[in-house]
């Protein structure tokens, strides 16, 4: 009962306590997220010199060895007493925001730090973004417990944690805030966006101060967009992009069986499995260290590389099948930047072939490394909105928005045509086990009738147990509920149910499932 009352008060509140709150995560996630950041490139900044000294001595080549040993060993330990420190993190996120799962903050903060650190700045091709993601909503839940919050706040906070995770991580606040809404919470309320987006600009403000107001991948100024009568390649490439997300999609989903045929040959505890992913990252290193790691530098660097077609594919089949193996090791690390380093070469492939057939000019190139990144991502994470504002903030350029808009939804509808999820949700249901712990706490959440369910009354709801509607706003007017209230299409409906119910009443108020 104290909790409800807490709810109830936290609905009630003004956007400025909203925006304190989440300055104060976004102070608290923007100091983690740095010093994330900073750690992960000291320590690849020494990986890359033992790999190039490793050609002049073989004892550093006998360093890194030993180096990735200590990984495999510390990092398995960590993970095996927390299983929810390995991986990206993120559908972690969107399992403990709907209910499905309590993440034990301080556990998973210090392993996935620690762990996350050594296991992306070895070397392999695992992203930061991911694991800033969690890292956020982590920090963000560790304060809303020391604030006393009630559940209903906790998951307001840990989804702006979320938000101002990937912001720091990637200097992209408001791609930050879009992720959160478009992939993690599934819920545009004004009880989490305007914290999410003060908490977004505070942890942004921290990183600018730390890594300055370069862009993360800066591109050239001078991007030259193509005619209005070749607009057709532009369509051309979010349909290529479209189904190379679905093949990535189908692949990353199964990567888990290449391990277990490995492990009949070499049968080692799950926890180390990680051996088989340096083994395969030591060659690699060696002969072309430029690939290693999340792909960071490879994006900055392919504008003045001009690789010609063949190279283009040769670092393609690299880095997508170190991809899958790195992320299948089960280390602390995501597939958010390697997707977009992969997105990359696919555009740049792609605006290669389309300059050797003489359908676009040489200055126009660059241009593809830009769009390739917006449409595989949107793609693979079906959140268009995120793809084409991440890629935005991070080049540092308006003016292609609207073309990167126009290669996002293509290739967002061809990945909706062939069947392909969502690849976080995805990746959330095979780590789900089948028959779930039940919570029956009660708590209070926040959401929007569909257009699915306008014009229908509440008593033709079949809502499962122990759930009532507390309150309806419609056109900014609250209203008790009662078992004849009409629903509007956009009203804002507050739902006391059990913890362990709030994913399926989503989906119910989504129209996206219509009973129980």
Known sequence: MENHHKEVKFISRSILYSVVRGILVGVGVGLVVVAF???????????????????????????????????????GQMIAKEPNAKGSGIPQVEAELKGMMSLKWWSVLWRKFLGGSLAIASGLMLGREGPSIQLGAVTAKGIAEGLKASKMEKRSLIASGAAAGLAAAFNAPIAGLLFVVEEVYHQFSRLVWVS????????????????????????????????????????????????????????????????????????IPAQYQSLFAFMFILPVGYFLPELLGGGHHLILELPHLQPSLMALLFYLLIRFVWSMISYGAGLPGGIFLPILTLGSLLGLAFGRLAFDLGWIGQNQLNLFIVLGMAGFFAAISKAPLTAMILVTEMVGNMSQLMVIGLVALSAYVIMDLLGGAPIYEAMLEKMLPED?????????????????????????????????????????????????????AGDTLYVALPVSEIHTVRHIFDGEIAEV
């Open 37 to 75: 950041r900073l750690a992960i490139e000291k320590i690849f900044e020494l990986v890359i010199h033992l790999y190039h000294q490793a050609h002049d001595n073989t004892l550093y080549l006998l360093a890194l060895i030993l180096f990735y040993a200590f990984i495999i060993f510390f990092v």
């Open 196 to 267: 999410a987006l003060a908490a977004s600009i505070t942890a942004n403000f921290i990183s600018l101060h730390v890594f300055g107001l370069t862009p993360v991948l800066q591109m050239p100024k001078d991007l030259p967009l193509l005619e209005l009568s070749q607009y057709w390649i532009y369509i051309a490439l979010g349909l290529f992009l479209g189904l190379a997300g679905y093949f990535y999609e189908i692949v990353i989903l199964r990567i888990q069986l290449l391990y277990g045929f490995l492990s009949k040959f070499i049968p």
């Open 436 to 488: 779930m712990e039940q919570n029956a706490e009660m708590t209070l959440i926040e959401v929007v009738v569909s257009e699915h369910l306008g014009d229908t009354f509440v008593s033709d709801l079949s809502l499962p147990p122990a759930c009532l509607i507390t309150r309806q706003i419609h056109h900014g007017k609250s209203k008790v509920v009662k078992g004849n209230s009409l629903l509007h």
